[in-house]
């Protein structure tokens, strides 16, 4: 590993075209240097960041400050591909960080370069999970074609079977059968989802929000505050109302529940949900970009999404709930998909976020097309 010295004037311009963050902290790990892009990650002006204590700008990070003893005592560089900062702001940024001694005014300083991995990370996300899901949908619809078959078979015969039988109480035996298994065929049923596309019309999307809201209210079992923050200037968009709505009414029960679960707060903390509606230029969704897309954020401040569910949190009959069958967030997917939009979560004790984009199509270009 090499030591160099750094020529402010020349080497600033140059750092400042840099499409990574790059740092400079003293041994204290106070910052002396940042660019544009580092000030930009870390939410501060450049002229802000200037000698404060970088590990002390996130809330919670996972930067591997023990190694830097190892930096000043042995000069040995060290990397780290994917360390998580999380913002007082709600950001959760993924990166890649190395790290490596310089000399500066003859003084030893390391020299941070931090790559911002997030847009990367969750586009190679979402397309192992746009075929881990599409794997798994696959063999859930055989399943379920098979299972359905014989329990109608089934149900038929304790029907014919109920008729022979002159004792009441064997006929509740067969009434067993029967309730069971159309039990059995209802959640087969939802396993295999809706099969019928979009029927799409012009919509405010607040409208849906507001019917979800009521619905979730009527259920609360524990004193949740639903925060709204909603952007009014926010156009219709196409969609099929009661698609959306089923999904949305998925994940805000989730986030409800979630809520819920007090363990991990302070005694005088309630349980939030908070439901934000935002604009956004130019997103990338299943690999096209749509200049205008509509953001919907369901934030609640329960305990965080367990680390063992959270690669398959969308496979069916994956869940965390004692009483739940884990369909929920399966079905949602697979109506925003219907729709063309994506879910993306955001995890971590106190925080966990699900942002729902839906492309923003015009009406005319749509019913002309």
């Known amino acids: 590993m090499s030591k160099y010295p750094i020529q402010s004037s020349i080497s600033e311009q140059i750092l400042e075209q840099l499409t990574l963050a790059v740092v400079l902290v003293d041994r ?5 240097f940042a660019n544009q892009q580092a000030a930009t990650i870390f939410g501060q002006t450049r002229k802000k960041l200037i000698s404060q204590q970088l ?16 930096l000043w005592s042995s000069q040995q560089s060290f990397s780290d591909h994917e360390v998580e900062w999380f913002f ?6 993924i990166s890649e960080v190395n790290a490596d001694l310089v000399m500066v005014d003859g003084a030893p300083a390391c020299l941070l370069q931090i790559r911002d991995n997030d847009n990367l990370r969750r586009i190679n996300s979402e397309n192992a999970h746009k075929h881990h899901i599409s ?45 069971q298994s159309d039990r059995l065929k209802e959640l087969v049923d939802r396993l295999l989802g809706p099969n019928t ?37 926010l156009p219709e968009i196409l969609v099929d109302s009661n698609q959306i709505e089923q999904a949305l009414l998925n994940i805000v029960q989730n986030a409800l529940y979630a809520a819920s679960q007090d363990s991990h707060r302070n005694a005088h903390e309630l349980g939030a949900v908070t439901i ?7 997103k990338i969704l299943h690999g096209n ?27 069916p009959m994956i869940t965390d709930k004692p009483d739940g069958n884990g369909l929920g967030l399966s079905i949602s997917q697979r109506l ?27 009406a005319e270009q749509n019913h002309n097309g």
């Not at 007082?88 to 940024?93: A, M, T, W």
């Not at 012009?202 to 259920?219: D, F, G, K």
């Open 28 to 32: 204290d790990i106070r910052v002396i």
């Open 55 to 70: 590990l002390r700008l996130p809330i919670k990070h996972s930067f591997p400050e023990g190694l830097f003893e190892q």
């Open 88 to 93: 007082i702001d709600g950001r959760h940024v």
């Open 135 to 179: 794997a798994s949908r696959h063999l859930i619809r055989g399943l379920a074609h098979e299972i359905k078959n014989p329990l109608g078979g089934i149900r038929g015969a304790a029907q014919l079977l109920s008729r022979s039988l002159d004792s009441d109480e064997l006929r509740e035996y067969t009434q067993m059968i029967i309730d």
């Open 197 to 233: 596309p979009p029927k799409r019309s012009a919509t405010n999307i607040h409208s849906i929000l507001e019917r979800v809201c009521n619905l979730v209210q009527i259920e609360l079992t524990h004193h949740i505050n639903i925060k709204k923050d909603y952007d009014p200037s």
């Open 276 to 282: 934000k509606t935002r604009f956004e230029a130019s």
């Open 289 to 315: 970009t749509f200049k205008k897309v509509i953001k919907i954020s369901i934030i609640d401040n329960g305990p965080g999404i367990s680390e063992q569910i959270k690669s398959t949190l969308f496979y």
């Open 336 to 362: 925003i998909d219907q729709h063309k939009g994506v879910i993306e979560v955001d995890s971590w004790p106190g925080h966990t976020e699900f942002s729902i984009y839906l492309p923003i199509q015009e």
